[in-house]
């Protein structure tokens, strides 16, 4: 069986663009967010992770779920699937690179192949739903 690579993202959608960000040493893009810690939920996941990658606080009160998305992982060995499951959610405080983020950038569905092929399915989906410019 493939390893499954569990991760939790943050879509967060702006003037038809999408945020994303580049970690120190990575060559693409990525939806804010990441791996599951222990036996985190999924809004536990995204608050730690968009808190570390991006130096605001989610609002448990206005997350909801975009859609979970499967695809091979980018960079990881042959056969490797990142299931990504994704959630919108307003924040408080400032966007700002952490220290383990080299770029942050707002993305148009022109800027598909920067991103990995799990998030190109979420590209994919936001620009037929007309969300994605």
Request: net charge negative; aromatic share 8%.
């Amino acid at each position: 069986m493939a390893d499954l690579i569990d991760t939790v993202a943050w879509v967060r959608l702006e003037g038809g663009r999408i945020l994303c960000a580049r970690p120190r040493g990575k060559d693409v893009f990525y939806i804010p967010g990441g791996k599951r810690e222990g036996a985190e939920t999924d809004l536990q996941t995204l608050v730690r992770e968009v808190a570390e990658e991006l130096t605001v606080a989610i609002r448990p009160d206005t997350v909801t779920h975009v859609g979970t998305y499967h695809a091979e992982a980018h960079g990881q060995a042959p056969g490797a699937v990142v299931r990504m499951a994704c959630y919108a959610a307003d924040y408080t405080g400032t966007l700002a690179a952490s220290s383990e983020i080299e770029e942050v950038d707002w993305f148009g569905y022109a800027d598909r192949d920067r991103v990995p092929p799990v998030d190109q399915v979420l590209f994919d989906d936001l620009h037929r739903d007309g969300r994605l410019r």
